[in-house]
C-alpha cells in the first residue's frame, strides 16, 4: 500500500485490515508484560490503556503521565511483540495544532500504527469544530497509514439529554471521519439496541469499550460493531486482585487468591527474546 505521503508499513496495512471483520478484540496491556500474556492469549494487535500505564507509575489517568512514558512504553511494546501496535494518545498532550503534529511523529516513530484520540475536556466535550481541527491536524502529520480511532465521550460524560445523544454521537462521528478519522469509538454505551443504531449510522468501524455489564463479543459482532476493547477494565481486574491478595495474607493468613496465578517458568519464557 502506498500513499501521497509514502509507503505504508505492513503493520499497518494490517491494522487497518482488521477492522474489516470478524470483530477486532483488544484485551488492553499497560507494560510489557501484559503485551506479551495478551499476545500470547491469540490477540490480533496489542492496545495500550492510559489508565492502567498510569496507575502503574503512581498517577491519576488523564494525561498526568506525560508523553514520554506513553511513548516510551510503546516503544518496548512495539519491541516485545510480532503484532500491530495501538498506542492510548489520550486527547494529544498538546493545546496547540503545532505541539499536537510534533507528537504525532513522535507516536509514529515509536512504532505504533495506531491512537486513540479522545474529545473529552474537563467539564464535557471539546466544541465539535476545535476537534475537527485537531483530528485533521492528525492526518496531516501521519498520512494514510495512521489508525485514527476518534472517541467521543458523548456517552461516558452522559452529555446533555439521554435522548439527544445518540444524534450527537453521530453528528460528532460524521465531523471527525470528515476531518481524517479511520473509526469511531464510542465508550460508556452498553445497550445493544443503541450500538446497533450507531453501527447503522456510522460509515465507518465502531469501536465499544467493554466490561462487566457489556453486550458479550458475540452480540456485538452480530450488530456490526468492528472493535470491542477493554480500556482499562483488565487493568482494574488485576489491581482489585491485589487488593483481595493482600487482604488475605495481611487478614486470615491464606493463600486462596494467589490460586491461578501466571507460572514463573511462563512469565519468564514470554520476556525472554
Known sequence: MTTSTGPVSS????????????????????????????????????????AGLSWSWGVA??????????LDLTRRVVHAVDVPVTTDLEAGYAHDLDGLAANVR????AGAVGVNFEDGLAGGLRPVEGQVARIAA?????????????????YLRAVGAPEDRLDETVRRAEA??????????????????????????IPAPVNILVGPG????????EVGVARASAGSAIAQAVYGHVQRAAAELLGPGTYTELAGAADYPTMNALLSR
Not at 489517568?61 to 506513553?70: A, I, K, P, Q, V
Not at 513522535?106 to 516513530?109: E, F, G, H, Q, T
Open 176 to 201: 471527525y471521519l470528515g476531518a481524517g478519522a479511520s473509526g469511531i469509538f464510542v465508550p460508556g454505551l452498553a445497550d445493544l439496541r443503541i450500538i446497533e443504531a450507531l453501527v447503522a449510522r
Open 214 to 221: 457489556s453486550p458479550t463479543i458475540r452480540e456485538l459482532a
Open 138 to 154: 492528525v492526518r496531516q502529520e501521519a498520512g494514510a497509514g495512521l489508525y485514527v480511532n476518534a472517541r467521543t465521550d458523548t
Open 106 to 109: 513522535a507516536v509514529l516513530d
Open 61 to 70: 489517568d488523564g494525561e498526568e503521565l506525560g508523553l514520554e512514558t506513553t
Open 11 to 50: 503493520a499497518a496495512e494490517r491494522f487497518h485490515q482488521l477492522h474489516q471483520g470478524p470483530i477486532l478484540v483488544l484485551p488492553n496491556a499497560w507494560d510489557v508484560a501484559s503485551a506479551r500474556l495478551v499476545e500470547d492469549a491469540g490477540a490480533a494487535a496489542v492496545a495500550t490503556t492510559s
